[in-house]
T-cell receptor, first 113, second 112 residues
Framework: DAGVTQSPTHLIKTRGQHVTLRCSPI?????VSWYQQVLGQGPQFIFQ???????GRGNFPDRFSARQFPNYSSELNVNALLLGDSALYLC????????????FGQGTRLTVV | KQEVTQIPAALSVPEGENLVLNCSFT??????LQWFRQDPGKGLTSLLL?????REQTSGRLNASLDKSSGRSTLYIAASQPGDSATYLC???????????FGTGTRLLVSP
């Protein structure tokens, strides 16, 4: 079975632009979460979606939004990019919410110039 | 608010040594604790998940222990190899299970 897949793996954007990151969870997993990781830090929570509904939101500005599709894949959108948005964006999937193991994708490296 | 701390921030050892990585958390009311490995610029690989009812979990040369009352977990790596070089992160879920709270990681370098 394929693991969590994210696309693209790398991208470079200009300040003020918009970006869409994509994530496909492990087959059978219904929960997808997004994290931002800057160099030297642990991942910081952005969103959790379960059964296509937002279940949690971290301390990020409204420029960040996400959604989950009927096939449980997910998109993270960031508007009006800032230099500080440069980071590794990680997607995690789990079978359900609650006391369950999380599996991460390889990440999308976003560079804002 | 749950906070997770990992000590040391970096560790360098010669090949073959046994080593211990530490993780501490401020709120002992956790349901589980997960250890991850991260290679530079890559995603996270799940190593071990310990449920709150467990004291230890083993996978190959890795052994993780959990002491909820003291707010601590340790990851023991036996007979370290250069391929073990990576950053190791621990994480616990928040009360509502919406998110994982991560430590900042321990960067391990195993020299041949």
């Amino acid at each position: 079975d394929a693991g969590v897949t994210q696309s693209p793996t790398h991208l470079i954007k200009t300040r003020g632009q918009h970006v869409t990151l994509r994530c496909s969870p492990i087959s059978g997993h219904k929960s997808v979460s997004w994290y931002q990781q800057v160099l030297g830090q642990g991942p910081q929570f952005i969103f959790q979606y379960y059964e296509k509904e937002e279940r949690g939101r971290g301390n990020f500005p409204d420029r960040f939004s996400a959604r989950q599709f009927p096939n449980y894949s997910s998109e993270l959108n960031v508007n009006a990019l800032l230099l500080g948005d440069s980071a590794l964006y990680l997607c995690a999937s789990s079978h359900r919410t609650g006391n369950t193991e999380a599996f991460f994708g390889q990440g999308t490296r976003l560079t804002v110039v | 608010k749950q906070e997770v701390t990992q000590i040391p921030a970096a560790l360098s050892v010669p090949e073959g040594e046994n080593l211990v990585l530490n993780c501490s958390f401020t709120d002992s009311a956790i349901y589980n604790l997960q250890w991850f490995r991260q290679d530079p610029g890559k995603g996270l690989t799940s190593l071990l998940l310990i449920q709150s009812s467990q004291r230890e979990q083993t996978s190959g040369r890795l052994n993780a222990s959990l002491d909820k009352s003291s707010g601590r977990s340790t990851l023991y790596i036996a007979a370290s190899q250069p391929g073990d070089s990576a950053t190791y992160l621990c994480a616990v879920p928040n009360t509502g299970f919406q998110k994982l709270v991560f430590g900042t990681g321990t960067r391990l370098l195993v020299s041949p």
